[in-house]
């Protein structure tokens, strides 16, 4: 049964809040990637993806995020019952994969300003 209500709410995320987690993560992926297992130029295409273009991303999908997560809210605010639940819970998996983002970048940049 709750296999069942887990695959329903995954379903009812929908495509394009699905679609900007999985680049979140991907963003998160590319240097581990690019650290374990590519070796060679370091002009390379996973080179360049990890060290320039997944460190500008973060920020900007860490900013969609936040967005996100404020539009859960009000949805949350608006709605009644069941709907209410619904994007609440939204709303903490849209936290916890801002929390995670943020633990992974966050030693980067100090590290990066320091």
């Known amino acids: 049964?709750?296999?069942?209500?887990?695959?329903?709410?995954?379903q009812s995320l929908g495509f394009l809040r699905l679609s900007l987690f999985a680049l979140?993560?991907?963003?998160?992926?590319l240097p581990i990637i690019e650290a374990?297992?590519?070796?060679?130029?370091?002009?390379s295409l996973w080179h360049i993806l990890a060290t320039l273009i997944a460190p500008v991303m973060a920020p900007v999908?860490?900013?969609?995020l936040?967005?996100?997560?404020v539009m859960s809210l009000v949805h949350a605010a608006d709605a009644e019952?069941?709907?209410?639940?619904?994007y609440q819970r939204?709303?903490?998996?849209?936290?916890?994969v801002m929390?995670?983002?943020?633990?992974?970048?966050?030693?980067?940049?100090?590290?990066m300003f320091a």
């Not at 979140?24 to 992926?29: G, P, Q, S």
Request: aromatic residues 14%; hydrophobic residues 55%; without cysteine.
């Open 1 to 10: 049964m709750m296999e069942t209500s887990d695959r329903n709410f995954w």
């Open 24 to 29: 979140v993560f991907a963003n998160m992926l």
């Open 36 to 43: 374990q297992l590519i070796t060679g130029a370091d002009r």
């Open 61 to 64: 999908l860490t900013v969609v």
């Open 66 to 69: 936040l967005i996100e997560y």
């Open 81 to 86: 019952g069941e709907l209410r639940a619904h």
């Open 90 to 96: 939204i709303g903490r998996v849209e936290l916890a």
């Open 99 to 111: 929390l995670v983002t943020l633990i992974f970048w966050v030693p980067f940049f100090v590290q």
